[in-house]
C-alpha cells in the first residue's frame, strides 16, 4: 500500500495551465452562477435555524415555516404530528397560506384512519429516511376526507419526515403537502437537515399551549370521573370496548356509554383525539 504525500495530491487535482486555457469561459461563468447559488442556500439554510431558536409559541412556528421556511421547501399546507405510546396516539396541527382553515386539514389527517399509521410506517419502514407519496387514486392512504382535500388544494404530493428516539419510537411527524414535481432529493435532504429544528420548536409550541390551558387542564380532569379516567387509560392501551368490559366486569354497551361522555367532557371527536388532549392536558396518569 502507498501513501501519496499532499504535493502529489495538488499536482493531480489542480489542472495545468495548458488544460485551464482549454476550458471555455462560458464553463466559467456557469460555475460562478452555481456558486452564487450553494451560497444563498446556504445563507437560507442558516437563516432558517436561527428563525428555529426565536419559535415559542404558534404564532411565531407559523410565522417561520409559512415565510422563511417556504424558500428552501415550499409547501401549500404542513401538518405538524406529535406522536404518543405503542400504538401512537397523534395529535396534530395544520399550517397553511393557502387554506383559510389549515385546522381542517389536521382534523381530517386524524380522523382518517388510514392515513398517520399509513404515512409513520412507510416512514419507518423506511429506516427513517424522507418518504415522498404521490396522493393518486391507488395510492395506499385511501380516498378518505384527506386525501380528497389535498387533491382539491393541487397539493397531492406528500414529504414525510420526523424525529425519532433512540429506540425507534417516533417523536414527531411532519407532513409538507406540496404541488406535483415540487419534491425531490434536494428537498428530501433539506427535510433532514431541518427535523431536529422543526421539532425542537414544535415542542417548545406545545410547552406554551400547557402554560396557557393550566385553567382548562383542572377543569378537564375535575369533570372526568374515576370510571371514565379508568376508561381513557385502557383506551391509550389499546383495548376494545369488549376488552374493556371484560377487565373491568361491565358491558361493552356501558363502556360505549363512558367513551362518549369522554369524547364530549374533552371536547374531541374520537377515541384518538381524547387520548391526545388529554396528554396534551395532563390528564391521564399511567
Known sequence: MSLTTSA???????????IAASVPAVDAKVDARSAATDFLQ???????????????????????????????????LLICALCHGKPPAFRADGFSMTTPDPSTFSDMFLRDAAVAPTLLKAWEERRYQPVIFDCSPSNPLGNGAFTREIERLGANQLLVHGVHDADGRALSMFVFACRPASVGPRQAYLAQLLAPSLHAAWVRTQL??????????????????????????????????????????????TVKNHVQKILRKLNVVNRTQAIGKSLELRILTL
Open 8 to 18: 502529489e495530491t495538488a499536482q493531480q487535482t489542480i489542472p495545468s495551465p495548458a
Open 208 to 253: 406554551q399551549r400547557r402554560a396557557e390551558s393550566g385553567g382548562e387542564r383542572a377543569q378537564s380532569g375535575s369533570v372526568l370521573t374515576v370510571r371514565e379516567l379508568d376508561i381513557l387509560k385502557w383506551i391509550y392501551l389499546g383495548k376494545s370496548n369488549f376488552e374493556i368490559g371484560a377487565i373491568l366486569k361491565i358491558s361493552p354497551l
Open 42 to 76: 446556504i445563507e437560507s439554510i442558516v437563516l432558517n435555524l436561527d428563525a428555529s431558536l426565536r419559535v415559542h409559541a404558534r404564532a411565531h412556528f407559523f410565522s417561520w415555516t409559512q415565510g422563511l421556511l417556504q424558500s428552501l421547501i415550499r409547501h401549500e
